[in-house]
């Protein structure tokens, strides 16, 4: 039997991907569940080109930022063995799937064949069904990484009017986003910037899941926080999860009204620190969630908004945080003393932790509400 390269829809794949998830054969191995699980669910959300050794190794085995995909071999070994045990699986249990999962040697990124034609179809019809449009008709692949799906270059130009972007021009430096999500698996980073998940329900294609998309696109924007990767698979020890600067946030589809319920909790306290309803009538189309997901953002993620606010009330922000607010204040007043609370507080940061801010305090720069 000829088995075309072809792509499912999203539900096939992820009913493929529970079959082989739950199958015996895998049971055995946690660790190439995860690797499997994580691999298929970014090639779904259109990032699977992204897919590397380095980032496979840190959010799926928990490796520090530090790691080197070259001289370690920890993913490519687990790689090997995760394409022999499917080739197992679909030899025993999956051989009735109707769709096969495979992760083709030299790459990361999944592939799907259909091993099953419907009989039924096949008799009505004489021939096979109609073929699912091909994954390239889901992205932008001559983009960079970051620009790469349509949902982020819709993104770009209101979060230029709208969001305060990590620097003054947009980044598309995949190896450092890479590192800086790796920073969260060390103990030594928790301290420094609030930590942001953000969580929705199933099915991606909803309301909740697209907004949760939208609002987590633009948390990569910020500097004042340090936003998780949506699909991140990793065992958490509970020091890590009572990290008092750890912060989710939870987007839940409501049926009466309709609409939106996202909730800002604090994991380590489980205080609600903000709740908002955001009506249906106003999530109408893509455009509308975008516009209310980047508002959101701007009242959550910055150096004044509800999280920032939260930490300083309840003393569990860092000197950089302090900064960064600090200097944002001067940014708005441009007082005197505003400026010296600013420039005081900067002098007294590492250099690591000054480029992290928006704006450094030096006779070469202004802050951008300055310049005419």
Same mark, same amino acid.
């Given at each position: ?14 009913? #493929? ?59 490519? %070994? ?101 590192? !800086? ?27 909740? #899941? ?14 004042? %926080? ?69 508002? !959101? ?76």
């Amino acid at each position: 039997m000829t088995i075309e390269r072809e792509r499912p829809d999203d539900q096939a794949i992820h009913q #493929a991907l529970e079959k082989v998830l739950s199958s015996a054969l895998f049971a055995r191995s946690e660790r190439l569940r995860a690797f499997l699980k994580y691999v298929v669910e970014k090639e779904m959300e259109g990032t699977g080109h992204q897919l590397k050794g380095y980032t496979i190794g840190i959010d799926v085995f928990d490796r520090p930022q530090a790691f080197n995909a070259d001289s370690d071999p920890l993913v490519r %070994v687990h790689a090997g063995k995760l394409r022999k045990l499917l080739t197992a699986y679909y030899a025993e249990e999956g051989a009735s799937d109707d769709w096969r999962i495979d992760v083709p040697k030299g790459t990361y990124v999944p592939e799907y064949r259909r091993q099953c034609i419907s009989s039924s179809v096949q008799e009505e019809t004489g021939r096979a069904p109609a073929q699912p449009r091909r994954a390239g008709n889901r992205r932008f692949s001559w983009l960079p990484a970051p620009l790469s799906s349509p949902l982020s270059v819709l993104s770009v130009l209101p979060l230029l009017m709208f969001v305060p972007l990590t620097s003054p021009a947009m980044s598309v430096n995949t190896p450092a986003q890479s590192r !800086l999500h790796g920073a969260l698996l060390e103990r030594k980073f928790a301290s420094d910037l609030p930590r942001v998940t953000v969580r929705s329900q199933w099915p991606r294609t909803g309301k909740a #899941a697209r907004f949760a998309d939208a609002f987590r696109n633009a948390a990569s924007h910020y500097r004042t %926080v340090t936003a998780v990767p949506g699909t991140v698979i990793w065992q958490q020890s509970p020091s890590v999860m009572a990290d008092p600067l750890a912060f989710t946030i939870d987007v839940s589809q409501q049926k009466s009204p309709a609409g939106l319920r996202v909730q800002i909790i604090n994991e380590a306290s489980s205080d609600t620190i903000h709740e908002t309803f955001i009506d249906g009538t106003q999530l109408a189309d893509e455009a509308d969630i975008l516009y209310e997901s980047l508002a !959101l953002a701007a009242k959550t993620l910055s150096a004044d908004g509800h999280i920032f606010r939260y930490a300083s009330m309840a003393d569990i922000d860092s000197p950089l945080m302090k900064c960064m607010a600090l200097t944002d204040n001067y940014r708005h007043l441009q007082t005197r003393e505003a400026f010296q609370e600013a420039r005081s507080c900067q002098e007294k940061l590492s250099g690591d932790h000054r480029r992290k801010l928006k704006f450094v305090i030096s006779a070469g720069a202004l802050p951008s509400t300055l310049i005419r």
